[in-house]
């Protein structure tokens, strides 16, 4: 087990794990995982981590479906910060206990303000990683944002 699936038993929140398996890679990780699950791409969503007003030690997450990339000026909007950048990989896998391509907005090492791209609403089910590369997550957006305390707001471009 992950300590994401550790958390959503610990909080009693319905889900389901999915295993998949890549038998080609492109330079979009994230689409690959989804066609790999036979799911649309706008249905899975990254958990991309961020460090706000240019201090690389206060992060956020931001989940955005792979379709799309995330908006770093609408993100810091969201969070009420003056602007974002994507965190260093090294500060993400530190804070998150989890390595790139495999982070999870669930379980994560330190507890980080999340903001979950307004399209997810419209899904009855979105997939995030697991917490590990092979692995993902299927929940309700609306549990996901309850779980985590997320805010929801337009934040993919």
Do not use: W
Request: hydrophobic share 45%; charged share 20%; aromatic share 6%.
């Amino acid at each position: 087990m992950t300590p994401a699936i550790d958390y959503l038993r610990a909080h009693k929140i319905p889900f389901t794990v999915h295993e998949y398996q890549l038998k080609h890679s492109s330079d979009n990780y994230g689409q690959d995982v989804a066609d790999a699950l036979g799911v649309p791409h706008s249905q899975l969503f990254k958990t991309l981590l961020i460090a706000l007003n240019g201090n690389p030690k206060t992060l956020a997450a931001c989940l955005v479906p792979v379709a799309g990339s995330l908006n770093l000026k609408l993100a810091a909007k969201a969070l009420g910060a003056k602007r974002a950048e994507l965190a260093d990989v090294a500060q993400a896998e530190k804070s998150s206990g989890y390595v790139v391509g495999g982070i999870s907005p669930f379980g994560q090492k330190k507890a980080l303000p999340t903001v979950l791209d307004a399209s997810a609403v419209l899904l009855t089910s979105l997939y995030a990683s697991a917490g590990r590369r092979g692995l993902q997550i299927e929940v309700a957006p609306a549990r996901l944002a309850e779980a985590l305390g997320a805010v929801i707001d337009d934040i993919s471009a």
